[in-house]
Each structure stands twice: as C-alpha cells, then as structure tokens.
C-alpha cells in the first residue's frame, strides 16, 4: 500500500501544477519562463539530497540511460502545452489522459498478460470520468485542430513512457541518484526548446521565483521521486491508473485557490475518476481474503 500511495501523491503532485501555472501566466510570465525555471529549480532540488550517494558511480551506459528516462519529463510538458494552443484545455486534459490505458496496453504487450477484469473496468470509468471532470460534456469541445490533437495525444505518449521507464531504468542505482539524473535529463530538453534566458535578464527575482519554485517542487521533485520508488512496485499499468488522480487534483485546486466554478457534472466525474483509481487494489484485496489459506 506505500508504494501504491507513493504513486497517487506523485500524481496528486502533478494536478497543482495547472493552478500555479494559470497564476503565473496572469501576472505576464511567458512559457519558456515558467516551463525553463520549473525544470531549472527541479534540477536544482532533486541534486541536493543526491549529492550524498554520490559514492555509487554509475556506469556511463547507466549514466545515459537515465538522462533518456528524463526527457519524457520535460517533453510531456512542451508538448502539453503546445497542444493547449491549438485546442480548448478540455480536449488538452482528455487527450493528455489516454495514458491511463496506454501504460496498460504497453505492459500487456510487453508481459503478455492480460489485464484483469477491474483494470478494463476501471479504464472505463476513468474514461467517462475524465470527459465530465475536464468539462467536455457540459462546455463541449468547441474549436479544435489536428494539430492540437497530435500535440495532445504525443504529450499521453511521452507521459506513458516515463510512467513505464521510471520503474525500469538502472533500478539497482540509488533511487535519489536516479531522479537527478532524470531531472537532468529533462532540463537539458527543455533548455535545447526553451534558451533559460531568465537566469540573465533579471524576471526569476522580480516575481517568477515564487513561481516557479513550487512548480520544481510539485511537478519535478516530488513526482519523480515518488515514481522513481514506487512504479517499481505497482507496476506500468496500477501506475497509470493511479496517475489519474492528476484530474481530481487539478479540479480541487482551481476550485479552492482560483475559486473558479465547477459544475455538478465535473463533481460527479471527479468522483467516478476516484472510484475508478480505487477498482483496481479494491478488487485484489478482495481476491485475497476469499483466496483459501494454504494447508499446514
């Protein structure tokens, strides 16, 4: 069950990256200021606490590894956010939200185990509750491009591979070295998209730090580390499903931080989201009390 909770906080972590990110926008902050000192500080945070296991030294090929792991980190975001200009922030959540069954399909094919009955049926209701809460049913669509939709569906792509990579790359390297490495990985993306000219021109201590600090904090230090433990133990596929808390978080924050309106239809599918993350561990422990116990 930690690991399980490592990974819903992760995803919780995630959802109050939207609320952060809509302030900083309002008071004038650019993208590649704000997405630039997101991953900057990342870098920052995640190297502090790593710098004290730095007698493991891994392997140049390891080393690489890892930096690849965390471009999926930097390139969900750049993509996400490409796609939030060609199309409404409905479609964008939705869209970005087809990794709950992506990183289920992508452990199928590669275990070539089916998914369980509750899995499928939880996939179902994070579907349906991912259309009310993103405000899709209610708000509609409205205008959209194909462009958007590619951005959209790239950025659920990039997002299932550090959701399945997490838990894969160089587990025998120390979990806190791994995250920096991956944060590494996806600042340098970032930078090569984004030149971090607000490290010169004066904007981080003018206002952006208070920022961009929780936004390293929520959405590079935390996530990472909590994937970086726990996907390892819940797997590809639960950690996609417990992903889905991302939405449910996102709702609550701008309700209660933003005080914008959410609509009783929104309600209901942050809640069919919830009951659809819980199906999942719900219907296993089930399975093991009816298990008989084994004979003496």
Not at 90 to 113: D, G, H, N, P
Not at 131 to 145: H, N, P, Y
Request: charged fraction near 10%.
């Amino acid at each position: 069950m930690r690991y399980i909770l490592l990974v819903f906080l992760g995803a919780c972590s995630y959802g109050i990256l939207s609320t952060i990110v809509k302030l900083a926008y309002g008071q004038g902050y650019s993208p590649s200021e704000v997405v630039g000192g997101q991953m900057f500080f990342g870098f920052l945070l995640t190297w502090i606490p790593a710098l004290f296991t730095l007698r493991q030294k891994p392997s140049p090929k390891r080393l690489l590894l890892l930096l690849a792991v965390g471009l999926p980190v930097g390139s969900t975001g750049l993509l996400y956010y490409n796609s939030l200009q060609h199309i409404p922030a409905s479609i964008a959540i939705v869209l970005l939200f087809q990794f709950t069954w992506m990183s289920v399909l992508l452990e199928t094919i590669l275990t070539r185990k089916k998914p369980s009955k509750a899995t499928l049926c939880s996939l179902i209701l994070l579907f349906g509750g991912t259309l009310l809460a993103g405000g899709v049913i209610d708000k509609g669509i409205g205008s959209f491009t194909l462009t958007g939709v590619a951005f959209g569906l790239a950025a659920a792509v990039s997002y299932t591979l550090f959701i399945f990579f997490s838990g894969k790359a160089a587990p025998e390297v120390n979990s806190w070295l791994r995250t920096s490495l991956m944060s590494t990985g996806s600042m340098l993306l970032v930078f090569l998209v984004y030149p971090p000219s607000f490290l010169t021109s004066g904007v981080l201590f003018d206002g952006l730090f208070g920022y961009v600090f929780p936004l390293a904090l929520f959405g590079v230090f935390v996530p990472t580390l909590c994937f970086t433990f726990g996907v390892p133990h819940t797997g590809p596929a639960m950690a996609g499903i417990l992903g889905a808390a991302e939405l449910p978080m996102a709702v609550f924050s701008s309700y209660i931080i933003l005080q914008e309106s959410v609509s009783l239809l929104q309600w209901i599918g942050v809640v069919i989201i919830l009951v659809g993350i819980v199906l999942p561990e719900w219907a296993r422990q089930r399975g093991n009390k009816k298990a008989p116990a084994p004979l003496a």
